[in-house]
């Protein structure tokens, strides 16, 4: 095994542990924002497209990354846009909802 | 600057955003901090594109302008479906939204693996592709992004209701899907003992596609939160795999944080419905939102009947009023409903939360999101373990189109199916009235003794027309 491949597998196991450790504490109101956010996360494929993108020369290759390009673009900017309209409707009190027509 | 020193900085970069998105995740603990958490992490996703977009513009590559025309019009198209279906969407489509963004992401992560196998086989040296060390991230980054891919567009696809959302069984579909799981395997064996073939890596890719398929057709609708963070998981061990077989650590990092929260979450939404995540995936139960017709009433006991008016003079005159919504309700897209009726109550002085079981909606913590959209604020919002001490107190325990989570059976009857799973214990409550369109039983198939409790009575509407007309009838008490 290469140092190269050993050093990524530890960081591998690590992140794995860290994804444990901070996930397991997220109360279950928001496992839909946070499974939306992490779904976000892994729009990070986008760097690897650029970079598969940046050096195709062959047709296949290029049409390839051209999809995975706008593929992973739509992961992250769906994804963090999504997650944030969620967010934003979680209020303490709610903003300035009315409610004289109780009274009775 | 020369290419050494911009290849320490943008890894340095790599890993600033890798750091915002474990923080970015951390602050999804609370409601009051988690925007933030989501921008700090949205934050660190710029900053690694921004970083890649340096790498390559330094030069040290010589990418050509037909590379940027690629790059810069993949980002332009799927920027803008991105966007565009983001800012659209409905809160109660939002879990479909969210598989479909998985599915593309799931995608992208196999597409850099073929692209990288088919680019490496058609040059001079293959010997880097008869090493273990590259096939195994590589098929393995194939077959889970391939098999997302297909899973997450079907799953959403039975979301959005384009396939029915019962399971479908297909006349030897499991034998289908062991079989394309032997091509798969025997494809990647093939390949692992070092052997290189782009034909046999598309009967890899083809076997991956149609697992996928196969995997979430059998699925019912109401697994679908299980079935939704499991595709999540994947994607993100997909992504981690498609890091080592570019080398890159952010991929690695980032990847295997969603992976591995993806599969707390999988396991607790499984426990939350007492059920393995293998049983899940063998696809049990039959139902999901197809058994709501079907009738039993009658059995095992007698159902007391009430009407909207009996109903609304019981919560006005209560003081504390405990709301359990599920699957139904979001179905029927009624939390509006049930918000107005809430703040009604709470106008006359009575007290309103919402016991909320950690599978009620169509995907994990899905109600709190519809809830929240309703302007429920998020404190009257409580789990499971916080609430079910609190029915004895509540003089009136409303269960709006939820069944098998308050089934007392899941306490009680050993020989029930469902026993052992944790359930809202609504039959403590002083009395309860559940508002339910029919008799007919719920996910698990069984009768539910909670509708034949003397304290219970059965309001029996659609749950927003019933929601509604007991708003009505409070305001004319």
């Known amino acids: 095994m290469s140092p190269e491949l050993l050093s990524a597998i530890t960081i591998f196991v690590l992140a794995i542990l860290v994804g444990f450790e901070v996930i397991s504490k997220v109360p279950a109101t928001l496992h839909t924002p946070l499974m939306s956010g992490a779904n976000s996360i892994h729009g990070i494929v986008l760097v690897g497209s650029m970079l598969i993108a940046a050096s195709a020369t062959e047709p296949l290759s290029q049409i390839l990354s051209l999809v995975a390009v706008a593929f992973a673009t739509m992961n992250v900017v769906g994804g963090y846009v999504v997650t944030d309209r969620m967010l934003q409707m979680f209020k303490k009190k709610p903003a300035a909802v009315a409610k004289p027509e109780a009274e009775g | ?477």
């Open chain 2, 1 to 477: 600057m020369n290419a050494q020193t911009l290849d320490t900085i943008v890894r340095l970069i790599y890993l600033l955003a890798a750091a915002g998105f474990v923080f970015g995740l951390h602050q999804m603990n609370s409601p009051a901090t988690a925007r933030n958490g989501n921008l700090l992490s949205a934050g660190g996703m710029a900053l690694a594109v921004i970083a890649t977009v340096l790498l390559l513009a330094s030069g040290s590559g010589g990418v050509s302008s037909t590379a940027w025309l690629i790059i810069g019009l993949g980002i332009l198209i799927g920027g803008g479906l991105g966007l565009y279906t983001a800012r659209t969407v409905k809160m109660t489509a939002m879990p479909q939204l969210v598989s479909l963004f998985n599915a593309v992401g799931g995608g992208a992560a196999a597409l850099i693996a073929i692209d990288d196998y088919i680019r490496l086989s058609s040059g001079g040296d293959v010997s880097e592709l008869r090493s273990l060390q590259f096939t195994i991230p590589t098929v393995l980054d194939v077959i889970i992004g391939c098999v997302t891919f297909t899973g997450s567009l079907v799953a959403s696809g039975k979301l959005q209701g384009l396939i029915p959302g019962k399971p479908i069984v297909v006349p030897g579909g499991r034998i289908i899907t062991f079989g394309v799981a032997a091509v798969a395997a025997i494809g990647a064996l093939y390949l692992f003992a070092g052997n290189v073939s782009v034909p046999v890596l598309f009967l890899i890719i083809a076997a991956g596609l149609i697992f996928g398929i196969t995997m979430v057709l059998p699925i019912g609708g109401a697994d679908m939160p299980v079935v939704i963070s499991l595709l999540n998981s994947f994607t993100g061990t997909a992504v981690a795999m498609a890091g080592f077989v570019i080398g890159s650590n952010v991929l690695i990092i980032a990847g295997a944080l969603v992976g591995a929260s993806g599969a707390i979450l999988t396991k607790l939404m499984a426990n939350a419905m007492n059920r393995s995540v293998l049983n899940i995936i063998a696809g049990g139960f039959g139902g999901g939102e197809g058994t709501v017709g079907e009738t039993a009433r009658g059995s095992g006991g007698s159902v007391r009947e009430v009407s909207a008016d009996d109903v609304a003079i019981q919560l006005a005159y209560a003081s504390k009023v405990i709301v359990v919504p599920g699957y139904g309700l979001a179905v029927a897209q009624a939390q509006h409903q049930v918000r107005e009726l809430a703040e009604l109550l709470e106008s006359r002085g009575v007290v309103v939360e919402y016991a909320i079981h950690p599978v009620a909606g169509r995907m994990p913590g899905h109600m709190n999101v519809l809830l929240a959209e309703a302007s429920v604020p998020y404190p009257q919002l409580k789990e499971m373990d916080e609430i079910n001490p609190e029915f004895p107190r509540a003089d009136v325990a409303l269960v709006v189109g939820a069944n098998d989570v308050t089934n007392p059976a899941a306490r009680s009857n050993p020989g029930s199916p469902i026993y052992g799973m944790p359930i809202l214990d609504v039959d403590q409550a002083k009395s309860v009235v559940v508002i339910k369109r029919s008799m007919g039983r719920g996910y698990a198939g069984i009768d539910n003794e909670l509708y034949t409790n003397p304290k219970t009575g059965m309001l029996f509407a659609d749950a927003k027309e019933g929601l509604a007309s007991l708003v009505a009838a409070v305001k004319a008490v």
